[in-house]
């Protein structure tokens, strides 16, 4: 079938990108779904800053392709072999689709997925190849899901089927921003009531990951950011304090914080939330720094104070079990995702809402694949 897509490729291309638009809406071909496989009819699709990565090029991966691995749509097609989804069925994206044989999967860990990680570093789905073609040649899936388009092939093991009841624009942000944010708080630094936290970095992440210390009862909770407007933000959600990156955390709080959450994606600021984590506390960092970057620290800290510094992908999460419990939290009124909505636009405006996120000043921006002007 055909579909609008907005495809990428080149990296790297110059600023501002409303004038180079690297994220050419184009008509794409998908494939007919293959076993185990269904085509999603996209709803709302999230701006992550890991889709800026690849456009900005500080990510690499196979071009062209299909950006986008944060959305909601409906069910519209099954291939052969789909186990509990049906036409119609709402569903979020997951970005790390886990195939639930190898050692890992085994071992109850899919957000470690080797299979899933390789298929993603390749471009491929995860039974191997691609399902999208423009112009006659293959194109690349982004993260197995590419829902920067108005139809998806995409694998079952990369949707989770939600109630029809909650909005497409929170549900797309259930796959990526919630599952990563809260999951780096719970299930990373398996924070616990009355634990002192820090977020660095407001992004849809960072936010996500405030929501999940409130959650988690962490006390007192740090929100740093250089934009006052996101500090204001997190105030509002729920952290006691907020300070800018020039401010040193340890000047308020001497002793520092036993869980700082990293979600800049930058080797520096993840050196500041590994030095303002207190003795016997750990730095998760959740943030994807440039492939160049290296951390520096006293090795010694690392052993004197006890600390430990741990990597969360995906938020460490199970996210047949995580995103179902978002909704209970969401239904509750404990999961205050519409905070987080900053703009919903058409697809077409793709390339100005990049420029947005890449200045800062915005949380989480929606685009829809069916608006196109
Ligand atoms: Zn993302
Ligand atoms: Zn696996």
């Known amino acids: 079938m055909r579909s609008l897509a907005a495809l990428l490729c080149k990296s790297g291309a110059d ?38 990565s690849v456009v900005n090029g500080s990510r690499q991966r196979p071009l062209p392709l299909v950006a ?11 291939g052969k072999g789909v186990k509990g989804l049906k036409v119609g069925d709402h569903v979020t994206t997951v970005f790390l689709p886990s195939c639930g044989a190898c050692n890992e999967c085994r071992l109850g860990s899919p957000a470690f997925c080797s299979v899933g990680a390789t298929s993603n570093t390749r471009g491929e789905m995860i039974s191997g190849g691609s399902r999208i073609s423009f112009d006659g040649t293959l194109v ?3 993260n197995g899901v590419s829902c920067y388009s108005q139809y998806a092939v995409l694998d079952q093991r990369s949707l989770i089927k939600l109630p029809s009841d909650i909005p497409f624009d ?6 990526c921003a919630l599952l990563t944010g809260i999951g780096a708080v719970r299930n990373s630094a398996h ?20 929501i999940g210390a409130v959650i ?19 105030l509002s959600l729920g952290a006691d304090f907020v300070l800018d990156p020039s401010e040193n955390l340890r000047d308020q709080f001497p002793d520092g914080v ?36 290296m951390l520096s620290i006293s090795a010694l800290s690392l052993v004197a104070d006890v600390k430990t510094i ?3 992908y995906l938020g460490s999460a199970n996210p047949r079990v995580d995103i179902p419990e978002f909704v209970d939290l969401w239904r509750a009124g404990r999961l205050p995702v519409e905070r987080l909505l900053t703009s919903c636009g058409p697809m077409s405006d793709v390339n100005e809402a990049m420029d947005a996120l890449q200045g800062a000043q915005v949380v989480r921006q929606v685009i829809h694949p069916h608006q196109v002007s």
């Open 310 to 312: 741990r990597g969360s």
């Open 68 to 78: 986008g691995h944060e959305s909601a749509g409906v069910v519209l097609e099954l």
């Open 140 to 142: 690349n899936h982004y």
């Open 15 to 52: 600023l501002p990108y409303s004038i180079s638009r690297p994220l050419e809406i184009v008509e794409v071909d998908l494939a007919p779904p293959r076993i185990g496989e269904v085509i999603v009819k996209i709803e709302s699709a999230g701006i992550c800053h890991s889709d800026l």
């Open 170 to 175: 929170i549900a797309a942000l259930f796959g």
């Open 191 to 210: 924070t616990k009531q009355g634990q002192s936290l820090g977020i660095w970095g407001l992004g849809g992440v960072g936010l996500s990951a405030l």
């Open 216 to 234: 988690s009862q962490a006390s007192p909770i740090f929100a740093i950011d250089p934009v006052a407007s996101k500090r204001d933000l997190a």
């Open 258 to 293: 036993l869980v700082a959450i990293e979600c800049a994606g930058r080797a520096d600021t993840l050196k500041s939330a590994y030095d303002a984590t207190s003795r016997g506390g750990t730095t998760v960092t959740v943030g994807l720094p440039p492939a160049s970057e």
